[in-house]
T-cell receptor, first 114, second 110 residues
Framework: EAQVTQNPRYLITVTGKKLTVTCSQN?????MSWYRQDPGLGLRQIYYSMNVEVTDKGDVPEGYKVSRKEKRNFPLILESPSPNQTSLYFCASSLREYGTDTQYFGPGTRLTVL | SQQGEEDPQALSIQENENATMNCSYK?????LQWYRQNSGRGLVHLILIRSNEREKHSGRLRVTLDTSKKSSSLLITASRAADTASYFC??????????FGKGTMLLVSP
């Protein structure tokens, strides 16, 4: 089944403790993104990647890192999480450029930073 | 940067009624997409309309695009309780990013 998977689905952590949220897609998509969703703010793009080893900042990249060493994986790294990074995070992928193609979303990761 | 803005923020209707949601944006776009999100879940793509298209249909969905007014509308005909969800428009000006609006929450009551 074609899908985007994220792990973990739920995470409660404490300020400053490094964490990684994994994202994997099995559709051989070149384009992958991370979004965060907050009440009243909608979805905001954190980082995106157009291919292996090619990443770029979205609208809200501060406090996050990403890497794209393999086509299928696009992990999101929080080196030193803070409470303002408490949010619902989504990974997405698409075959072609974002504006020309459907984005497939993962199920989401609900992160709470205490 | 937030590009699309949906209107209304929330909409409550009865089953079998039609639901119309609007999206306005500020700059020229290549394409506009509509997505649906059930509570707390991932977004699901509904329809993509290109800047040179004016109307597109998919099942009970009808999307229009007016580039002169920088607006789009999503019409769901004969709504069902299962259509209860949040609906987002997303715009692309270039080809590297997709910008989402804040969404319209639709409640369809039996």
């Amino acid at each position: 089944e074609a899908q985007v998977t994220q792990n973990p689905r739920y995470l409660i952590t404490v300020t400053g403790k490094k964490l990684t949220v994994t994202c994997s897609q099995n559709m051989n998509h070149e384009y992958m993104s991370w979004y965060r969703q907050d009440p009243g703010l909608g979805l905001r793009q954190i980082y995106y990647s157009m291919n292996v080893e090619v990443t770029d900042k979205g609208d809200v990249p501060e406090g996050y890192k990403v890497s794209r060493k393999e086509k299928r994986n696009f992990p999101l790294i929080l080196e030193s999480p803070s409470p303002n990074q408490t949010s619902l995070y989504f990974c997405a992928s698409s075959l072609r450029e974002y504006g020309t193609d459907t984005q497939y979303f993962g199920p989401g990761t609900r992160l709470t930073v205490l | 940067s937030q590009q699309g803005e949906e209107d209304p923020q929330a909409l409550s209707i009865q089953e079998n009624e039609n639901a119309t949601m609007n999206c306005s944006y500020k700059t020229s776009i290549n394409n506009l997409q509509w997505y649906r999100q059930n509570s707390g879940r991932g977004l699901v793509h509904l329809i993509l309309i290109r800047s040179n298209e004016r109307e597109k249909h998919s099942g009970r969905l009808r999307v229009t695009l007016d580039t002169s007014k920088k607006s789009s509308s999503l019409l769901i005909t004969a709504s069902r309780a299962a259509d209860t969800a949040s609906y987002f428009c997303a715009t692309s000006a270039g080809y590297s990013t997709l910008t989402f609006g804040k969404g319209t929450m639709l409640l369809v009551s039996p």
